[in-house]
């Protein structure tokens, strides 16, 4: 199952409203992550099951959608937002895949 | 919960790579926990290599890419789990991380991870 994330990189300025998108090769229901990586640190999660807040991660993070396309919101940019987002597929427990990244920048 | 990872990190190809992933605050054998390893490398991105899990028995799952190399066991006595990795060559040369999914009903173990280790730079070169 191959994901493929848009843009590949963005730049934006804090407080703006930034959306990043991801598209399943194959309908996966909801089952999808996303994920924020700062360098030389390991990925954090931030949503699952598409729109699933993991617990501590700020409300201004949002996830939608289900089938083949879904999308990551941050509603208004912070400093520390300032990162590479990954989405991840867990369909098929055997074949879990991750996106290629969309890097936030200022 | 945290997860320290250990191991050696350059190697020769065709090589063993063996990563230990030490957990504290929480315990391998948990029936609402998985343990995963994954690499991240320039080339291939974010890769998902395995995982481990118990319920009622011991479970092992293995990405295809790399079914025929590689060995994730869990440690009962020491609280923690392994990655071994046969044949090495140039192309496993990446950042390897250990994960922890939590799986609240035990019946969803590809959950995605919410617990990570510090990554392990590996270096496979002659």
């Known amino acids: 199952i191959r994901l493929t994330q848009s843009p590949s990189s963005l730049s934006a300025s804090t407080g703006e409203r930034v959306t990043i998108t991801c598209r399943a090769s194959?309908?996966?229901?909801?089952?999808v992550a996303w994920f924020q990586q700062k360098p030389g640190t390991a990925p954090k999660l931030l949503i699952y099951?598409?729109?699933t807040l993991q617990s501590g991660v700020p409300s201004r993070f949002s996830g939608s959608g289900s089938g083949t396309d879904f999308a990551l919101t941050i509603s208004s940019l912070q400093s520390e937002d300032f990162a590479t987002y990954y989405c991840q597929q867990y369909y098929d427990f055997l074949l879990v895949t991750f996106g290629p990244g969309t890097k936030v920048d200022i | 919960v945290q997860l320290q990872q250990s191991g050696p990190g350059l190697l020769k190809p065709s090589q063993t790579l063996s990563l230990t992933c030490a957990i504290s605050g929480d315990t391998v054998s948990s029936n609402i926990a998985a343990w995963s390893w994954i690499r991240q490398s320039p080339s291939r991105g974010l890769e998902w290599l395995g995982r481990t899990y118990y319920r009622s028995k011991w479970y092992h799952d293995y990405a295809i890419s790399v079914r025929s190399r590689i060995t994730i066991n869990p440690d009962t006595s020491k609280n923690q789990f392994s990655l071994q990795l046969t044949s090495v060559t140039p192309d496993d040369t990446a950042v390897y991380f250990c994960?922890?999914?939590?799986?609240?009903?035990?019946?969803?173990?590809?959950?995605?991870?919410?617990?990570w280790g510090q990554g392990t730079m590996v270096t496979v070169s002659s």
């Open positions: 194959q309908d996966i229901n909801k089952y």
């Open positions: 994960a922890k999914s939590f799986d609240p009903t035990g019946s969803h173990p590809s959950l995605p991870g919410e617990i």
């Open positions: 099951d598409a729109s």
